[in-house]
């Protein structure tokens, strides 16, 4: 995997998949410059090889941890949440339509985000635990088992994986409709724990 790349340029390369990806530029810069920030390059004796040094990324994200980055046009929300295959059952049962849904995350991100490096409101347990229904609930149940899987293997891998969700406007330019990209999925770097010998 090429950690090296800038998340920014990788987010953006996968909007080509996306019929709205023009209006959804903005927020995935939003999304880029925040998972860029959290996989500083690091140097130093490697958790892994003893006598050798690790140069490179790496995700300063606790191990087993999933990031799940929510961004708009102005503000990007992040938060660390550990997945599991079985949490699967625990999604999608919100009587709420999609439509409601978009709403609901865009509010999120007005609420709780920040630009990119600054400091955001804390945001609570409740309303992660609603947003990853939210987020969850849009996907048929065979995609959201696919990536609750691949987000398990990944992180066993050592890997931070981060799930990106970005909205903007309508190409109709119609008030009170969205643009959406998600799960935009992203290996950000090895956990820093991974890289690094404890000091």
Avoid: H
Avoid at 144 to 171: E, T, Y
């Amino acid at each position: 995997m090429e950690f090296d790349v800038d998340a920014e340029e990788t987010i953006l390369s996968r909007l080509a998949e996306y019929p709205a990806g023009k209006q959804l530029r903005q927020a995935a810069k939003m999304a880029g410059r925040q998972l860029e920030l959290l996989k500083p390059a690091v140097m130093g004796q490697s958790a892994i090889e003893p006598n050798r040094m690790y140069i490179g990324p790496a995700a300063q994200v606790p191990n087993g941890f999933t990031l799940v980055v929510l961004a708009n046009a102005k503000k990007v929300v992040t938060v660390y949440v550990k997945l599991t295959e079985n949490a699967a059952a625990d999604f999608g049962d919100s009587p709420a339509r999609p439509s409601e849904y978009l709403v609901a995350l865009d509010e999120v991100i007005r609420k709780f985000g920040a630009q990119p490096g600054q400091r955001a409101p804390d945001v609570p347990q409740d309303t992660v635990a609603r947003v990853l229904d939210m987020l969850f609930a849009v996907l048929p149940p065979e995609q959201r088992q696919k990536v609750l899987q691949a987000a398990v293997a990944i992180a066993a891998d050592g890997i931070c994986l981060a799930l990106v969700f970005l909205i903007g406007p309508a190409s109709s330019g119609t008030r009170g409709l969205f643009s959406l990209a998600w799960p935009v999925c992203i290996p950000l770097a090895p956990y820093i724990d991974r890289c690094l010998a404890a000091a």
